[in-house]
Nanobody
Framework: VQLQASGGGLVQAGGSLRLSCAAS????????MGWFRQAPGKEREFVAA????????YYADSVRGRFTISRDNAKNTVYLQMNDLSPEDTARYYC????????????????????WGQGTQVTVSS
């Protein structure tokens, strides 16, 4: 599976962005998809994950209520709608995938994911 993230950019605090991650391959619907982010000087952290069928989602506490993960299996694409952005959300955002079923612990672990995109930069100005 090859992943291509897009949609990042520069936005003012309180604004919104929608990230997209397009996947290659015919088995996209069999993969759990996740979003992670990494700010300069910080470790990569979990943001959100969605089950292969799209019915189960998990969020980091820091983004719950502001971010929404969704997917369109017909388009082999996963999205991250980000609202009410703050400067603390500034980071490079990565999409990732692993085959199988989702779990509340595994989905939050970067080591669980087999495939990673190149990332897209999100910068939020104050």
């Amino acid at each position: 599976v090859q992943l291509q993230a897009s949609g990042g950019g520069l936005v003012q605090a309180g604004g919104s962005l929608r990230l997209s991650c397009a996947a290659s391959g015919r088995t996209f619907s069999e993969y759990v998809m996740g979003w992670f982010r990494q700010a300069p000087g910080k470790e990569r952290e979990f943001v959100a994950a969605i089950s292969s069928g799209g019915r189960i989602t998990y969020y980091a506490d820091s983004v719950r209520g502001r971010f929404t993960i969704s997917r369109d299996n017909a388009k082999n694409t996963v999205y991250l709608q980000m609202n009410d952005l703050s400067p603390e959300d500034t980071a490079r955002y990565y999409c990732a995938a692993y085959p199988g079923s989702i779990g509340p612990s595994g989905a939050r672990m970067s080591s669980r994911y087999n495939y990673w995109g190149q990332g897209t930069q999100v910068t939020v100005s104050s």
